[in-house]
Structure formats: C-alpha cells, structure tokens
C-alpha cells in the first residue's frame, strides 16, 4: 500500500493557497462593509485567530498522529456517534467545495464572461478538480509547489503597482467606530479561512512533529497578502467602493493601467482562480476521505467521480444569486463554521482527556486502515497473546502477506507510477519492514507514521 | 427528451466507464468490493436523479434552508450586534 506523503513545505504552500482562496477576492468588501477603513486591522485580527486556532488542532493532532479528522472523532466518541458526527463532518466539506465552485462560477459568468452560462464554467471547473483528487494528495501538493511562484511573483507585481495609486489617508481615522465592529470583521474572516480542514491532511504530512511550524508560516503569508490586499482595497478605492464591490480586489486590479495596453486583473484573476482551485481540491479531499472513512470504504477514489455529480447540482442550487451568499455567510455559514472548527475540536480534546485521561485512545476499527497495517496489526495482536512463539508468528505473516500479494500488485504499480520505489517488489518490503518494527516493538517516531485513510 | 438530461446520462455513462476502467475492472488489481459498488452505484444514482430534477425545475429548494432553519435565531442575534450581510 502505498501511503500519501507530502512534505512540510508542501503543507506550508497549500496553506497559503488556502488561505488566499475566496478570501482574496470576496473578504475585502465584507472587512469594509463592516469594519469601514478600519477593515485592515479586522483582517490582522482575523489572522491572529486563525493562527491561534492552530494551536488547537495541534493539540487533538498530536494525540492521535496516524488519524484524520473523522479517525479522531471515531475514537474520541465512540462508533457510532462518532459515525454521525463524521457525516456532519462530511456534509460541511462537501457544502464548503460547492460554495467554491458555486462562487468560482459566478466569478467567471459575471466578470469575465459574461455570455458563458455558470453550469459550463461549474462543469469544467469541477472537472479540474476531481481530475487532481484522483491523482491524490501528494499531486494536488506538487501542482501547488510550481504554481506557488507565479502567484507570488502575480501578487507582488500587483502591489507595486498600485503604489503610486494608493492614499494612506483612506485608513483615516483608525478605530473610529470603536473595537466591536473590528471584531466582528475578524471573526467574520476567521471563518472564511477553515484551515480546519487540514486535520484531513495531518496523517499525510511527513513530519508530523513540523506540521504546526508549517501551518503557521502558511497562516503568516496568506494571512500578509490578505492583508495587503485589503488593505490596497481600501487605500486605492476608498471604503465605499470597497464595501459596494462584491470582488473588490478584482476591481482594485482593473484600476491599474500599464503603458495604456496590459490589463493587469487578469493578474487577480489568475491568482484567486490557482488559489480557489487548491482549496476546492483540498475540500473536496476531505469531503471525499471522510465519506468513504465513515462507510468504511478502503479507497477514497471510488467515491470521486459520483460525489462530482452531486457537487454539481449543489453548486447550482445551492443559492439563487451571489446577494443571496453575500447575506448568508456573514451569519448563517459562519455560525456553521464555528461548530467544525472551534467548537468540535474543542469538545473532541475535552471529552477525550476526560474518557482516556493522560493516554490517548485506541486505534478505531475503521476498514479505512492501509492493507500493511492490517496484517501488521494482525501479527501484534498474535504477539500479544503468544509471545514465546515467533516460528509461528513469522509463518502466519509470511501466510498474511501472500494473501495480501494480489493488493500488493496495484500498489506496487502505482508505486511505479509514481516513482517512489525502484522495483515492483517494493511496496511488499515496506509491508514486512513495518511489521518487524511491529513485532520487534520498535520505536516509531522516526518512522512516518501510516494513516489509517483509504489511500489508494 | 430535453437536451440536458440526455448530457446528464452521457456523463453519468462516461464517469462509469471511467471508474469500471480505472478501479473496478483494472487488471491485477484490486476489483473493488461489494460495499465500494454499492456506494459509488448508489452515489452515482443520487448524482443523475437530483441534476434532472434541477434541470427538469422539479427540486428548487436549497439544502441551506436548513441551515437557515438552525442558524436564524442566532444569525439574527449577531446580526443585531452589527455583522450583517450587504
């Protein structure tokens, strides 16, 4: 089996996508709309409180290391309570991909063209995105390696040159309305962001140890450009036009004129377009590994294409007109949010220090589990009961591990595919590798640990 | 038949083919159990149903109503607190 591996800096860089997705374009207006020129310091405000949530999440992930988010709720609350809420779980990642393409859509139907009907755009755009979850994790983190530089080259382009178009004075008078509207700006921003859903990732991360470092440096550069981007907002066009823009940031964009012919939103465009990709990608991942880890299906992949069909028609129904999202994320969607990424995470970590004290609790049976930790948990449960008898331990591993050959094959074939291993035999000498640290009751922290998604 | 559901059928024909191709039918590999079918077959049954049902206008009801539902009293109260939409 071949497990999913991204690396730290590959963490950090999705982050960053993630952060920029929607909030780049739609955050700007609603920070205005709120906090009128004081929208620059909500945005810092709404950072800081992501990066604080961050914190959070590290705290339930270093507990149970080798699990997803749904892994950690099955453990923490029981099966089939922990089934239900995994469902919830499911629903809102599933929800947040069809906002995503919903607002995509009308991104491209409404600015950029305007003759293509939304279902077109929806269609293709989902196409790209369930294309790069099939490929899996580790593509969607390469992909967003290469595109990490254009972005940032596009964006720093963009802000040198609405320098000379920008009045500082616009952020005058600062904190003029009081703190409360701040605050509820940055909670508001803070909700946008959902870096919750990396918890679905965490098992897949390298060095699970660097995972929190990593998550908050991607905080810290999403969380600069969006403020720079606001901030520009409100500079550039005053807080009126900003808050009565829907994609402010776009227009900021078409206020640039370079030697009277480069069009220069097409810059913002591209940027949020690469950015929402990766977050939709990375949802519809978590979406995709949640549903098949609460029916307990092995591999995510087989519910891929069918769950598109269903992102599809949510999309389109899921509100009639972009006012309609406008009035109901400040609100509604962010009440929704809390529940997943404060509150959940909150009771999770509480319920479990009450139920399993200093110790975390046991592996979930879920048939999510990688096909060498099967036998490997196999053979120590044998070990358990009979110790004094390795001969026929080894033999019963040999035997687990020939059934297992036919498995073994594809993943073998994939391992090719991806060039991670040499030979067809590889992804067998991992299995056996691990099980003999199993068996030997090696110490594993500087093994990456297997996750227990359906990972192939 | 309208144009949209004949797509909606194409394409439901085309993600089976690729799955059947891709995971299900794959040789030397694993085929893919009983449960796996039964979710992507009924998945893929769900999919095709509720896009005719969009295109045909016979389902016009957002599931955020019942978000909306949970969430109105509460939504009000931050709303009356300032955090409003435009």
């Known amino acids: 089996m071949i497990e999913e591996r991204i690396g730290v800096r590959q963490l950090t860089i999705l982050v960053i996508h993630f952060m920029l ?3 780049i374009l739609i955050a700007p207006s609603n920070l205005a709309f709120v906090a009128k020129q004081d929208g620059w310091i909500a945005c810092m405000l709404g950072i800081l409180i992501v990066a604080v949530s ?33 469902l919830l779980l499911f629903a809102y990642l599933f929800l947040l991909t069809a906002f995503l393409v919903r607002v995509a859509g009308n991104f491209i139907a409404t600015q950029i063209l305007p003759e293509t009907p939304i279902e077109a755009v929806s269609i293709i755009l989902l196409a790209v995105i369930v294309a790069a979850v099939g490929y899996g994790i580790e593509t969607i983190a390469r992909a967003s390696e290469m595109l990490f530089f254009p972005v940032l080259i596009l964006l720093a382009l963009l802000v040198l040159f609405l320098l ?3 009045k500082p004075t616009n952020l005058l008078p600062i904190l003029e309305r009081g703190p409360k509207p701040i605050m509820l700006s940055a909670f508001y921003l803070f909700t946008l962001q959902e870096v919750a859903v990396f918890l679905m990732l965490y098992p897949n991360v390298s060095k699970p140890e660097k995972t929190r470092l990593a998550m908050l440096k991607g905080i810290m550069v999403g ?9 520009f907002c409100l500079m550039v ?34 940027i949020w377009l690469i950015a929402l ?20 299906i092995r591999r995510y992949r087989v519910l891929i294409l069918p769950l598109g069909m269903l992102v599809m028609w949510l999309s389109i129904i899921v509100y009639q007109n972009i006012v309609e999202f406008l009035n109901f994320t400040p609100a509604i969607w962010s009440l929704f949010c809390i529940c997943f990424v404060i509150v959940l995470p909150m009771l999770l970590i509480v319920i479990d220090r009450l139920r399993f004290g200093s110790k975390p609790g046991g592996q979930p049976k879920t048939a999510g589990k990688s096909q060498e930790q099967q036998p490997a948990e196999q053979a120590q449960q044998t070990n358990d009961q009979d110790q004094n008898g390795d001969q026929t331990q080894d033999r019963q591993i040999q035997d687990l591990l020939t059934d297992d050959q036919g498995q073994a094959g594809e993943q073998d ?4 595919n991806q060039g991670q291993a040499s030979t067809p035999d590889a992804g067998q000498d991992k299995a056996a590798d691990q099980e003999q640290l199993n068996i030997n009751g090696s110490n594993n922290d500087h093994m990456p640990p297997p996750t227990t998604q359906p990972l192939q | 038949m309208p144009l949209s559901i004949v797509w909606i059928i194409i394409i439901a024909g085309i993600v089976i083919g690729i799955q059947r191709g891709m995971l299900f039918n794959k040789p030397n590999a694993n085929k893919g159990s009983t449960g796996e079918k039964i979710a992507f077959y009924t998945l893929l049954v769900l999919g095709v149903g509720l896009n005719i049902a969009l295109f045909k206008d016979w389902l016009m009801v957002s599931p955020l109503n019942v978000l909306r539902m949970m969430f109105g009293p509460a939504a009000e109260a931050i709303a009356q607190w300032g955090m409003v939409g435009k």
Not at chain 1, 223 to 231: F, N, R, S, V
Not at chain 1, 278 to 295: Q, R
């Open chain 1, 277 to 296: 990709f990766f977050k939709a990608a990375i949802s519809y991942y978590g979406a995709s590994v949640a549903l098949a880890e609460t029916l307990g």
């Open chain 1, 21 to 23: 997705g929607t909030s």
């Open chain 1, 237 to 270: 066009l005053g807080t009126e036009l900003t808050e009565r823009n829907i994609f402010a940031s776009y227009s900021l964009a078409k206020k640039i004129s370079v030697a009277q012919f480069l069009r220069v939103d097409a810059f913002m465009a591209i």
């Open chain 1, 413 to 416: 074939q994939q391992t090719d």
């Open chain 1, 223 to 231: 969380g600069i450009a969006l403020t720079l981007t606001t901030t």
């Open chain 1, 54 to 86: 961050v914190f959070l999440y590290d705290a339930l992930a270093r507990r149970y290391p080798k699990l997803t988010f749904t892994g950690i709720i099955e453990v923490i609350v029981g099966k089939w309570i922990g089934k239900l809420i995994s």
């Open chain 1, 164 to 166: 000379p178009e920008s």
